[in-house]
Nanobody, 128 residues
Framework: QVQLQESGGGSVQAGGSLRLTCAAS????????MAWFRQAPGKEREGVAT???????TYADSVKGRFTISKDNAKNILSLQMNSLKPEDTAMYYC??????????????????????WGQGTQVTVSP
C-alpha cells in the first residue's frame, strides 16, 4: 500500500500560480501510474493529469498549457505546477496512484475507481 500526502494548496487570485506536491511513501514500483484529480463542490471528481513511471503525461483539456505534472523518482514526490489559474479551477485536489499491468497505459482514461491509493486532498481556491 502507498501512502500519499498532498500540500501546497491555498487561495490565489485569477491569473496566479500554485504548486501542489504529493509525498509518497510505501512500496512504489516502476509500474505505478500517478495522477492528480480534483473535485469542486457539487461536482464529480475528475482527472486533471497523469504521469507514467517512464514520465509520459496526459492532461485534461481544461488545464492543457496551464498545468504541468512532474515527479521526482528519487524522492517519491509528485508535483502539479498550476499557472494562469481561473476561478473554475477552484476545487479540492487529490493525488492518486495505482499499480499498472505491464501492458496497460497510464492516462486519463483510467477511471477514478481504479486508483487504489489516495491522499487526503488539498484545497485550491481561485478568486476572480
Amino acid at each position: 500500500q502507498v501512502q500519499l500526502q498532498e500540500s501546497g494548496g491555498g487561495s490565489v487570485q485569477a491569473g496566479g500560480s500554485l504548486r501542489l506536491t504529493c509525498a509518497a511513501s510505501g512500496y512504489i514500483n516502476s509500474r505505478f501510474c500517478m495522477a492528480w484529480f480534483r473535485q469542486a463542490p457539487g461536482k464529480e471528481r475528475e482527472g486533471v493529469a497523469t504521469i507514467a513511471s517512464a514520465g509520459t503525461t496526459t492532461y485534461a483539456d481544461s488545464v492543457k498549457g496551464r498545468f504541468t505534472i512532474s515527479k521526482d523518482n528519487a524522492k517519491n514526490i509528485l508535483s502539479l505546477q498550476m499557472n494562469s489559474l481561473k476561478p473554475e479551477d477552484t476545487a479540492m485536489y487529490y493525488c492518486a496512484a495505482v499499480s499498472m499491468a505491464w501492458w496497460a497505459s497510464c492516462n486519463l482514461r483510467i477511471g477514478r475507481d481504479e486508483y487504489t491509493d489516495w491522499g487526503q486532498g488539498t484545497q485550491v481556491t481561485v478568486s476572480p
